[in-house]
């Protein structure tokens, strides 16, 4: 390794859609000689073993997470328990606070990179060593709501100053609908941790580190990133799109045959997120709606609220009204491997980021059913209103409830070759997958990216 090799210790929030693009992240430093100490709870490293391209440059340390009273035993990241348990998993996390520190002093790294963990900032600076937090999503979302201007002195932020972007924020086309500013002003109230607000503990993290990382390359987020530049007064790197890696494995058979059973650019997979169950009434919506479209479809969903399975969740006789055509699959499916099948020609997503990076590389067209988590609204908004990659359905301003006509309507304009809106969508999707794949793209952002991490120290 050449002295221009920087040691580094990656410390993501304790759930898998963290600790997931935080390891894609590590094996872009590792490829260009950068060793990686990855901190990860302990029973949690065999499921991301096999991620790890560089195990010569990526180390695993395994984290022992503390119980904490209300958590089940044996629960280390948020992916294992209900969204109202979610705080408890950051009180543990901010329990390993003593032995972060014993591991930070004995691996002597230059750069933390962490996320969630407030505390990181004056951990590091104790022992003289740099900090970034890194966010696994694009600037857009943070740069909207969590910035200095959205703080309000000794107050709560309310639906009121979400009406409208910040001051000086570089673009007034994203707007958010009525329910969308009640649920996010309300999300500045929930206690995450050990008596931390939300809002706080990642406000706490962005004003004290030394700079802020996201996900985005500056052809697309440059205006963003300049905005909390200013904003915070300190650098923000840009990582690039991280787009996937290509997958070492196969389809399974099932699947395969099941695809491969209609025509190219002709089936709906519909992919709600490993974290977001609907409402039994949404649930039956979403599935009807795909129903209503006539075209064949694979719906990977969590059991909606208060059921245990799929199965006894289904509208009453749609399984047989669909057999052949439709499926509702209850466990997870290899996402990346049946956006890339040629029998899939539309993807409904909730917006999650890794979601979105392996849609737009791929060939099917876009859905955005935003859950209502914060960059996942953003991101819909941005990608079918400024980028026009896409279709958002339609939901109710007040309520934010969508019906079965709102996700067939969504479905047709994109798969429709006649629709004119949809050839615009479709147009700007494939310039769009063809700017992401472009030669040297990538590495360029990466490149940089390596070079502000040298120029913090």
Known sequence: MDASSLHIVMFPWFAMGHLTPYLHLSNKLANRGHRISFFIPKRTQTKLQHLNLHPHLITFVPITVPHVDGLPHDAETSSEVPFSLFPLIAKAMDFTEKDIELLLRELKPQIVFFDFQHWIPNLTRRLGIKCIQHWIVNPLSIAYLWNGPRRCQGGELTEDDLMKPPRGFPDSSIMLHPHERRFLAATRKIEFGNGVLLYDRLDIGSSSSDALGFKGCREIDGPYADYLETVYGKPVLLSGPLLPDPPKTTLEEKWVAWLGGFKDGSAIFCAYGSESPLQ????????????????????????????ESIEEALPEGFKERVQGRGIAYGSWVPQQLIL????????????????????????????????LGADHVINARMLSGKLKVGVEVEKGEEDGLFTKENICRAVKIVMDDENEFGREVRANHTKMRNFLLSDKLESSCVESFCRKLQDLL
């Open 280 to 307: 039994q009434n949404q649930f039956q919506e979403l599935l009807l709606g795909l129903e209503l479209t006539g075209f064949p479809f694979l719906a990977a969903l969590k059991p909606p609220n208060g059921f």
């Open 340 to 371: 890339g099948h040629p029998s899939v020609g539309c993807f409904i997503t909730h917006c999650g980021a890794a979601s979105i990076t392996e849609a737009l590389v791929n060939k099917c067209q876009l859905v955005f059913l935003p859950r």
